[in-house]
C-alpha cells in the first residue's frame, strides 16, 4: 500500500494533519491501535472553566472522523505499527494478532502522532485487580459507560484526576476522596503538598472552586503556597462535593484476589506520613502518576531527542514546524510534549501544512506555516488546560536546541 | 511499620522494587546495568511500563538533549508481534 503521508495514532493532531492534508489533494493513511478514531478525545467530557460549555470529546471525534472519511483518507483502525524504516516503510501488525493483507505501507513522508503514555506509580498493591489507571478510568467511565467500581479511590491530584474524579462521580460511582500521591522514589513533586500547591497555582483557570476556596492569589507567593500546605483542612476539602486530601496520603492496596482497602494515613506539609495509619474499604483504586510523550517510534526512527521537564518527558527535537532531525519525517500532538487536545490540534494542522510544503501538496508557501505556528501559540496562551507550569519556557528552550543544533 | 519494597517494578518480568534496589546497592549504578542483572524491563511490553521508574532509580532524568530517549534502548518491534513478522521483515 503506498501513500502520499503516513500518520501514526488518529487523535486530534493526527486527524487535525490529516485533513489538512487530503484537503490540499495529497493521499493519506492514518493508523491506530484503538478499535475507534479520535485518540484520547474519547474519553474527553469536562466543563470549559471559561464559560461553562461542555467539552464532549467523542462528538468532535466523530466529526473529525467523518471529514476525514469524507475527504477520501484511508484509515485502519485496531492496527499497530511495530517498527519504521526511512524512505518511509512503516511495518504494520493487527492488534488482535489476526493476520492483515499488507503488513507493510509505503509514504513519501511520516507522521507521527503517537501521543503520550501513562507514567506508572508504583506502590503495595498496585498490582491487584481493582487497581488502574486514571486514563483507563476515563476511558471505561466516559467512552464505555462502564463503572470502575462502586467505591472509588484517586490516587494523585492533578488536572485529570480531578476532571475523572467528577466524571466517576457524576456516573454514579462513590468517590470516596483524591490523595496525595505517596512519598518515594518515583513521586518526587507530586507527593509534595507544598511543592504541589505551587505549581497548581499556574494552572488556577482550571478548577476555579478550589482555589477561590483557598484564597486564589495567596497561593502565588511561596509564603502562601507554604500556609496553604500547612492550614490546609486536614480532613480535606470538597470541590465537586469531592473531597480533595492535600494533607492524606496512601501506604498501600490491601486484598486477597482483588482490592478491599486502603491503608491511608496523614502527612505534614511535605509529605511524611504523621500519626496512625487507618484503613477505607473501597473496591477500585484509580492511580494518576501524569503521561509522558509516546516516542518509540521516533527512537526506531533515529530522531535526535531532549529531556525537558516541561514537556513531561522526552520528545523528538523539532523545529517551528514539526520537522524532526529525520527528513521527511514530522511530529505533532502529545509526542512532541504533553498539552491539551486544542493545542494538538493546531499542532495537527500546522504539521499538515508543513508536510503539504515538504512534498509540494497544494500551494503552501512560508506565510502559511507562519501562520499556522502562530495559531499554536495563542491556542497554547489561551488554553483553559495546562498540563506543566514551564510549558511555555520548555518550548522555548526546545526552539533554542533546534537552532543551536543547526 | 517497616518500609514495604516487595512491590513489583516489571510486571511482565515480576521484579519488585526490593531486587531492583538490592543490586543497586551492590554497585549496579545504570539503568542498562539494571537490566542486564534483573531482567527488569526485557518482557513483553519492553519496558513501557517499567523504564520510568528504573530511569527514576537510578536518577537519569536531567534535562537536556539525547542520542537516544533513553539509556534502556528502544529496540524495534515496539510492540508485541509473532516472530514470523520480524523474519519476514528482515526477508
Redesign the interface.
Known sequence: MKFDVAIVGAGPAGLKAAIEIARAGGNVVMID?HPHVGGKLNGQLHEEPNNGDWWIGVSIAEQLKQEALSLGITILTGT?????EEGWKL?I?NVD?RPLDN??IESKALLLATGA?E??L??????LPGVLTIGGAQVLTNQYQVKPGNRVIVVGVDILSLSIARAMKMAGADVVGIYIAPKN??TSGISNPKELLSSFSSMTKFAPNLFMRLGGNVLKSAIGCSLAALFYPKNGMKVWDIPIHFRQSIL?INGEQEVESVTLTKIDPTGNAIGE?FLEKVDAVCISGGL?PQ??????AGC??????GLS??VP?HDQYMQTTVEGLFVAGNITGIEGAKVASAQGVLAGSSINKYLSIGNVNEGNLERNAKQVEIVRETADITFHSEIGSARNKLQK?WEH?I | MPKDENYLICRCEEISLKEIKNVKNNGLTTSQEIKMATRAGMGVCQGRICRSLIEQLVAETEEGSCKLPSKLTVHHPVRPVPLGMIVNKED
Open positions: 491501535d499497530q505499527v511495530w517498527s519504521v511495518f501488525s494478532g503488513n507493510m503514555i507514567k506508572p508504583p506502590l503495595p498493591g498496585w498490582t522514589e518515583f498501600a495509619s509522558s516516542n518509540e517510534l521516533a527512537a526506531v535526535e531527542f531532549v529531556r525537558l521537564n518527558g522526552v527535537l536546541l543544533r
